[in-house]
């Protein structure tokens, strides 16, 4: 097995899709089947002008993973999650092809 990095991205918006920056999102990720969720990152991640949280973190692979983004709410919006559920995550793979002249 391997390792390969990915990058995790979360986008908070409004109810009218409006960008929420400045905002408190946490991210984690755990293998498909199981209970307890993991950190990705420091949580939380604080939106940037385009309303996205994003972090990267180093899976083993291949595997199937999954992956949670979580606002908790403030004075002005109300809590919010999402969930991406088996997402398999494979091996990078390298092709090289030689000539040789006969």
């Given at each position: ?8 991205e ?35 991640h ?15 692979v ?11 709410g ?29």
């Open positions: 097995m391997g390792t390969r990095t990915v990058q995790v979360a986008i908070l918006t409004d109810s009218d899709g409006n960008p929420l920056s400045g905002k408190e999102v946490y991210l984690y990720y755990r293998l498909s089947g199981e209970t307890t969720w993991n950190d990705i990152g420091t949580n939380p604080t939106t940037d002008s385009n309303g996205k949280a994003t972090d990267t973190i180093d899976l083993s291949p595997n199937d993973y999954d992956f949670k983004a979580e606002f908790q403030d004075a002005d919006y109300e809590a919010s999650s999402d969930e991406l559920l088996n997402q398999r995550i494979k091996d990078k793979t390298l092709i090289s092809i030689t000539v040789l002249p006969q």
